[in-house]
């Protein structure tokens, strides 16, 4: 990254809007145990005791979906010590889970932000690129929380966007009804046009007569047309 897009984006952090916005996802990537992590915690320490090495996997995985913060403190779990390659091996296949789902949602939002271009982020000064190059960086880094911080952050720029097009739900019938007023400009003459016709069809008026009035209106509709004059 360039020295000033750098600069530029520290600048944005300190915003106190974005601050907000990362200190949700910290809580979102479960900064603070749970009560949930905690009893999930408890079982994998009770089913290591027993020996059943494959619910403490299943649940170290469970703990880590739900916090990956607490990556760090189930490898140095004492009550792992002898199942440590079994446990790392659980951790390892959920940091492969995490790096998936993260490349999937920045690619989804570097999509939307390079063909939509970047939109204001509500409630800070900052827009959804800077949300979407810190969510790169966090990616870069590549340990488990920084891939979930990345992902939820990615999310959120998608989210950004999305709820910025359900403002304007109605963009094509507006379109449409343009495109209606432009023609019920000419609708008065585009009436006359086609009663004229009819008694031409039927034969009610002399055929030079009807001819003259055909060529009379279209000769007027061409000069409203060249003089831009509404009828």
Known sequence: ????????????????GL???????????????????????????????????????????????????SIDALRHEPAFLRIRIEVEAAIRAVVSE??????????EASKTVETEGAAPVPGCGADTSVLLAVAMRYFEVGRLP?????????????????AGQ?????????RGQEGAGRIWARAPLLVL??????PGLFGWVPQWLWAAGLLGLVGCGFIARVR????
């Open 193 to 198: 046009l086609i009663l004229w016709l009819i």
């Open 98 to 107: 995490f790096r998936a789902k993260a490349e999937r949602s920045l690619a």
């Open 228 to 231: 831009r004059v509404r009828f």
């Open 166 to 174: 359900r403002q304007w739900p109605f963009r094509a019938l507006v």
């Open 1 to 16: 990254m360039p020295a000033d897009r750098v600069s530029e984006l520290l600048e944005k952090l300190s915003l106190p």
């Open 146 to 162: 920084d891939l979930a911080r990345a992902h939820r952050l990615a999310e959120r720029v998608s989210a950004i966007h999305r």
């Open 19 to 69: 601050g907000r916005i990362l200190d949700e996802v910290e809580i979102e990537i479960g900064e603070t145990r749970t009560a949930v992590t905690e009893q999930r915690l408890m079982d994998a320490r009770l089913a290591s005791a027993a020996g059943n090495v494959s619910k403490v996997e299943l649940k170290v995985a469970e703990i880590l979906r739900d916090s990956p913060a």
